[in-house]
């Protein structure tokens, strides 16, 4: 069974060689260019088929509501009665925790 992709690399699970080509030819070039979102205002026609990732995946967030989600599912996890839980096992469980809706 092939294994599940989610976010912005099941957009780069392509099917043909030559869709793969072009993609990283995009990416080479957009990445090589500094000042993100004016480049993107002058080249979204030059590069279609990665500008609809950056656009979604490069917007910062309009509110602060998942930092404040995320430090609450911190807090649900890191309790009183768990003083002892390493840092390492905090941060899996938070992530965890976090992205269950994704599974």
């Known amino acids: 069974m092939a294994e ?3 976010g912005v690399w099941a957009f780069f699970d ?15 070039a957009v990445l090589s260019r500094g000042r993100p979102a004016t480049w993107w ?3 979204t026609r030059k590069y279609p088929t990665i500008s609809k990732v950056a656009q ?10 998942p ?3 995320l430090f609450s599912t911190a ?22 925790k976090y992205n269950a809706s994704l599974i």
């Open 4 to 6: 599940k992709k989610f």
């Open 14 to 28: 392509v099917k043909t060689n030559d869709k793969s080509k072009a993609v990283s030819k995009e990416c080479n």
């Open 41 to 43: 205002k002058f080249n």
């Open 56 to 65: 979604v995946y490069l917007a910062p967030p309009p509110t602060s509501v």
């Open 67 to 69: 930092s404040e989600r």
């Open 75 to 96: 807090g649900d996890i890191i309790t009183e009665h768990r003083t002892r839980l390493l840092p390492d096992n905090a941060e899996k469980l938070i992530f965890l």
